[in-house]
């Protein structure tokens, strides 16, 4: 387990390669907070996610109008 203790910010974690990066961090210990405009896609990927025993939050935003402070503020 790679990444125990660890939080990492993971983009577009709706679908696609941002679901398939979040299970994978999570998998290798990591603390996931997801980032999507999609808001049922982050409620899927988090329930995929937390049922494999991984730990993960999101946040519903686009990362180009939020200052990256408030992805921190977790």
């Given at each position: 387990m790679?990444?125990?203790?660890?939080?990492v910010?993971?983009?577009?974690?709706?679908?696609?390669l941002g679901?398939a990066?979040?299970?994978?961090?999570?998998?290798e210990?990591?603390?996931?907070?997801?980032?999507?405009?999609n808001?049922?896609?982050?409620?899927?990927?988090?329930?995929?996610?937390?049922?494999?025993?991984?730990?993960?939050?999101?946040?519903?935003?686009?990362?180009?109008?939020?200052?990256?402070?408030?992805?921190?503020?977790?």
């Open positions: 790679r990444f125990v203790g660890q939080s910010v993971v983009t577009g974690a709706a679908s696609g679901r990066v979040s299970q994978r961090l999570s998998s210990g990591a603390r996931v907070f997801g980032v999507d405009l808001e049922a896609g982050l409620a899927e990927t988090k329930e995929i996610v937390t049922a494999a025993g991984g730990t993960m939050s999101f946040g519903i935003a686009d990362i180009i109008k939020v200052p990256f402070g408030y992805l921190l503020d977790w």
